[in-house]
């Protein structure tokens, strides 16, 4: 305890000294303790579910694809599998496309969307997962539609009912239908933020598995809970061999698959490679801040030699004296620590809170005890490394020689001074290495915004539209829809507008769909994404025209169904021929088609770095295959002043419509790459800080060398030499330690680039103006470093130095 006290009566000597430690340490420790609570809700934390280990997560996989529909199953295949299997307890699943369906709540302040996911009655079984209040779906409400019932999520149950236990065993409005409310999922378990992130559910409805829904065709993501022993491949091997014997009894459910693996990969596994990296990351981060204040420390010990000599004449041994300098690196690591554990919350917290990251559990994130114990491990472990090197010196160093010493300087020796130069290329050359990583992703990510989306998302915004109403037509549905379009028209500064049943870069259902007297083999049917919209839509998101016409009024109900392509389809279908005039089949024999391409249109990727995808759109007049609406507006006024005036004009149109959800095309295209964003955002940040943290760290190497040979230089200039040879001999010094540490960087960097290699896109992991530019930046930094004590040396009064 002496030793902390005098080590904090020592640091409180210095206070320039100590606040630059203490900040270093700070932004290195809170930087790894904020990224620990992220990865740990990510990728470690165990999820919320009961023996999370036995879920199997289970897709189709038998297209290739990357479509819901391809990687989704049937409803009656489920119920094939759950009769035969014997790898699993219970097998459950969630409809892959309740985000098509409508829901609208009607409440004491009017109607409200909501979000609901269609679950099998034995969902939350499966899971494990048992509501907090109220209980499970039972069998009789899962049959058919008849018997609606509803299970709150916790955070819509806080928002909407105030916490009330009262909800449970009551009725709420949903689409004119009373829906009974039988129970809250606990708050542990958010259903989005596990199987949908970025998305809010506010609540779940069972779905029937029948007739009715097998006919609906591939809808299911599948969860089983395996039995003790049965592993994903022994379970993915067995539904294989079931799957042979179900294709010969019903061809006519076409080609399904059964590729399994744990829920764990399924939620985890696509992201956990980023996350590793930024935490290797953040890692190296701290190593530079350690570097840097052991740097310091070496520096300060150098300067109180004098002061340790006469301690050591006095009677103190070598093993007080290094005790000493560990005392003082672990009080300044602790003061560090508190300082960046307090900014780590904050990051956390408010990262947390974002929706503008599509990444499972993110919203789970945050300090928790399993963090400040990492952060305490983190704190001892960097005092002890910061602390080392100067303990080292000063037990070797010849501590009676500093006595005779002539000056208050003395000569610092040149293993102090080797050691330090040794600790600036370290911090050089990680920090290069860091620089250069976030330069590949921040180049991928410049390629990702550089693709071509297909439409304009500037000055659009889209309302997500879920009528309470039923029709008995599709024309009646059509021309309530065309209603409200009219009257948004009428608002002023409104350009244009239109419908579709989803928006760009969202939702990827699949259809058969093959041309007219081509063949294909068995399960080999060529398919395209459906896209429901009006004769606007398609004009209005500026979707270029290749060839023929968009929809228009030739495209009524009564009329010839008609088709527009997207450019791909175009070219797939009908390669070297007019695709104008071709019918487009459908793949359910008899002849059945879906009506004449009358125009082609440009691709819209499905996703902003998928490849371009072969798409159809029908006209809403003619094809009832469609629920919600999105309706895009375009404008030419700021889009703050449309919104409330599209919601007065919804709300006269139709006062019961909820016209809250809505969304700036810019912003989905933003949503499309936030992933890539976050990665490419936190790299480049926790870089430039490991450039800053090197490039102080070769100022204070630089400043201190100058002060050391501040006689040296007034000898140089009194004897005729000039300043700007004095300032080339110190920026040169500077220049060949940043060189030696770029070089080494470099190296490192061309070994590891690989493993960034599946978070680029349309570079090479080895590319060559990367590498160069952010190597010329660290040399850069270095010069400015270097040049700032160099100019301050060239000034010196050689008679005042001499003196």
Not at 268 to 290: E, K, Q, S, Y
Not at 742 to 764: T, Y
Not at 767 to 773: C, S
Request: glycine content about 10%; hydrophobic content about 45%; proline content about 4%.
């Amino acid at each position: 305890m002496n030793d902390f006290r005098l080590a904090l009566r020592q640091l409180l000597k210095t206070p320039g000294f100590t606040a630059v430690a203490v900040l270093t340490l700070a932004f290195g420790i809170g930087a790894c303790a904020a990224m620990f609570g992220i990865i740990n809700a990510v990728l470690f934390k165990p999820l919320p579910f009961r023996d999370a280990q036995r879920l199997a997560w289970i897709e189709n996989g038998s297209f290739g694809t990357s479509s819901m529909s391809a990687r989704t199953t049937r409803a009656d295949v489920l119920l094939d599998w759950r009769r035969q299997s014997r790898s699993f307890e219970e097998l459950g699943g969630y409809n892959a496309f309740s985000d098509y369906a409508q829901y609208t709540l009607i409440g004491k302040s009017g109607p409200q969307r909501v979000r609901s996911v269609q679950v099998t009655q034995n969902f939350l079984d499966v899971l494990g997962v048992r509501p907090s209040l109220g209980r499970n779906f039972v069998a009789d409400e899962a049959k058919d539609w008849n018997a609606p019932a509803a299970i709150l999520s916790h955070r819509f149950w806080q928002q909407q009912f105030g916490a009330s236990a009262g909800v449970v065993g009551s009725t709420i409005t949903v689409n004119d239908k009373s829906v009974q409310v039988v129970g809250v999922l606990p708050p542990e378990f958010d259903f989005d933020s596990v199987f949908s992130p970025g998305s809010k559910v506010d609540l779940l409805t069972p779905f029937p598995l029948n007739d009715d829904t097998a006919a609906w065709g591939n809808t299911l993501f599948v969860v089983g809970r395996l039995k003790p022993g049965s592993t994903p491949p022994s379970a993915q091997t067995e539904l294989e061999t079931i799957n042979v014997a179900l294709q010969a009894e019903h061809p006519e459910r076409g080609q399904f698959g059964a590729a399994t693996t744990s829920v764990e990969q399924h939620i985890r596994g696509p992201f956990r490679p980023a996350f590793l990296i930024l935490f290797g990351a953040v890692l190296c981060l701290l190593l530079i801040a350690c570097l840097n204040l052991s740097n310091l420390l070496l520096t300060r010990g150098q300067a109180r030699r004098k002061e340790i000599a006469v301690r050591v004449a006095l009677g103190a041994s070598r093993m007080d004296i290094a005790r000493q300098a560990m005392a003082e690196s672990l009080v300044l690591a602790f003061a560090g620590g508190l300082l960046g554990v307090g900014l780590a919350v904050f990051a956390t917290s408010g990262l947390a809170q974002l929706q503008a990251f599509d990444v499972p559990l993110l919203r789970q994130a945050g300090i928790d005890t399993s963090a400040l114990f990492f952060a305490l491990a983190v704190i001892c472990a960097s005092g002890a490394l910061c602390g080392a090197l100067p303990a080292v010196q000063l037990w070797r160093g010849d501590l009676r020689g500093a006595l005779v010493e002539v000056g208050s300087s003395g000569n610092s020796g040149t293993d102090a001074a080797r050691v330090r130069r040794v600790l600036v290329v370290s911090q050089v050359a990680l920090a290069c290495v860091l620089l250069i990583g976030a330069g590949l992703l921040i180049r991928s990510f410049v390629e990702v915004l550089g693709v071509k989306l297909g439409f304009q998302p500037r000055q659009a915004m889209s309302w997500r539209l879920d009528t309470a109403r039923t029709f008995d037509k599709n024309a009646e549905r059509a021309a309530y829809y065309e209603r409200l379009l009219q009257r948004v028209l009428a608002v002023p500064g409104v350009e244009s507008a239109g419908m579709s049943d989803t928006l760009p870069l969202g939702r990827n259902r699949t259809w058969s769909a093959g041309a007219e007297g081509a063949a294909y083999a068995q399960y080999q049917y060529p398919v395209a994404s459906p896209r429901l919209i009006d004769h606007r839509y398609l004009q209005t998101m500026h979707v270029p025209l290749l060839a023929g016409r968009y929809f228009d009024a030739r495209d009524a109900s009564e009329a010839a169904p008609a088709v527009v392509v997207n450019e791909t389809m175009a070219r797939t279908l009908w390669p070297g021929r007019d695709p104008l005039g071709q019918k487009v089949m459908s793949g359910r024999g008899s002849g059945e088609n879906y009506g004449v391409v009358v125009g082609v249109v440009g691709d819209i990727p499905r996703g902003i770095e998928d490849r371009a995808y072969a798409e159809m759109y029908f006209d809403m007049r003619q094809n009832q295959d469609w629920g919600s609406v999105e309706l895009v507006v375009r404008t030419s006024q700021p889009l703050a002043t449309l919104i409330p005036a599209v919601r007065a004009a919804l709300h006269e149109a139709d006062p019961e419509l909820a016209s809250e959800d809505y969304v700036a095309l810019d912003e989905v295209v933003d949503r499309a790459v936030a992933p890539r964003r976050l990665t490419t955002s936190m790299l480049g940040g926790f870089s430039s800080l490991a450039l800053l943290l090197a490039g102080l760290g070769l100022y204070g190497v630089i400043a201190y060398s100058v002060t050391q040979r501040s006689r040296e230089i007034a000898i140089r200039v009194a004897v005729g030499s000039r300043r700007s040879r004095v300032v080339r001999l110190i920026v040169g010094e500077g220049l060949r330690i940043a060189a030696i540490g770029v070089g080494i960087g470099l190296v490192v960097a061309l070994l590891g680039s690989q493993l960034l290699k599946s978070l680029l896109f349309g570079i090479s992991a080895l590319d060559p103006g990367v590498f160069a530019l952010n190597g010329a930046i660290v040399l850069g930094v270095a010069l400015l470093a270097s040049l700032i004590p160099a100019l301050r040396a060239a000034a010196t009064d050689p008679v005042s130095a001499l003196r």
